[in-house]
């Protein structure tokens, strides 16, 4: 009998685990089977790893194919796409070449509207062979390009994550302390364009009796985004910031998981936009849980 895929990546995640005492024991297989589905969806044919090509679209028309001529140069794909149309208000109509074999929902086109994530039923996916074209608007509400592919050589090439050992000191029960009214906090993205979210509080918490803080982002159903460096970045792990999600908080307090802080997906690919921490969430604390900067 053949064994799947995710019960190979939990088996792999399980072994490289340090040896716990028996009352940690629960935590440790809880942290391996979180690291295991981490894994496996890094290694899905659209996950953060299958992305090969990115730019932006500036207004106007532009050549789009995998011939070098082009305006825009795909990595892969037809050599000539078609053309790019983006008008003054930001919408993006696609003119398809003749014999391209762009396909959008299984059907050829000759020319139609190309929707963003940011647009209702977006984004559109242009299928070109096993590989899919689309575009995103970015932060500043200009236009950018990606293609992504399953054979993509960093998704063949990907043999997991390295982290630290896993440390039941690291989950920490945070004090919360909610703000009336919420307040924003203004971030830079890894493009170097700002951004901003919503934060309901702040995680208040101590490590060998230094109290540090954290500030969160609220995600629908009261869930919190935390984006932060502390001072092994740049060293054991990635420079920009490490993410964490906690639920939502509870009777006063929030459970800061850090052996669940991840990597952003800018540490992964140079094809997407990342936030980066805010001088906020900067620890000045080494937090050595979670992953590792990426081999």
């Not at 305006?71 to 000539?80: E, F, T």
């Not at 050992?165 to 920490?172: K, L, Q, T, Y």
């Not at 490590?207 to 995600?219: A, F, S």
């Not at 985004?225 to 009777?251: K, V």
Request: overall charge neutral.
């Amino acid at each position: 009998m053949r064994t799947s895929r995710p019960l190979l990546y939990l088996a792999f995640a399980l072994a490289t685990l340090p040896p716990a005492r028996a009352d940690d024991s629960a935590y440790v297989q809880e942290i391996g089977r979180w690291r295991a589905e981490r894994e496996a969806s890094l290694r899905q044919p659209d996950g953060w790893l299958s992305f090969t090509g990115s730019g932006t679209v500036p207004p106007g028309r532009h050549a789009v194919g995998a011939a070098p001529d082009n305006d825009i140069v795909l990595p892969s794909g037809p050599a000539r796409l078609g053309v790019l149309e983006v008008a003054g208000d930001g919408t993006v109509h696609l003119a398809v070449e003749e014999g391209a074999g762009a396909l959008v929902e299984g059907r050829p086109f000759q020319r139609r509207r190309l929707l963003t994530q940011r647009d209702e039923g977006g984004p559109t996916r242009v299928q070109l062979g096993a590989a899919w074209f689309y575009l995103v608007r970015l932060a500043d509400g200009s236009t950018g390009w990606r293609l992504r592919d399953p054979d993509a050589p960093a998704l063949r090439a990907f043999r997991g994550l390295p982290y630290f050992p896993v440390d039941p000191a690291w989950r920490i029960r945070a004090r919360w302390e909610a703000f009336d009214p919420p307040q924003m906090l203004e971030l830079v993205t890894s493009a170097g364009t700002p951004d901003s979210g919503t934060v309901p509080g702040v995680a208040v918490f101590e490590v060998d009796g230094v109290e540090y803080r954290l500030r969160p982002i609220e995600e629908e159903g009261g869930r919190l985004f935390f984006i932060f460096a502390d001072r092994t970045s740049g060293r054991e792990t990635y420079g920009a910031a490490r993410f964490l999600y906690a639920d939502a908080p509870a009777a006063g307090e929030v459970v800061l998981d850090f052996n669940k802080a991840y990597n952003p997906p800018c540490a992964l690919t140079p094809h997407v936009v990342c936030p980066l921490a805010p001088p906020e969430n900067r620890l000045p604390l080494a937090v050595t849980a979670g992953e590792k900067k990426p081999k």
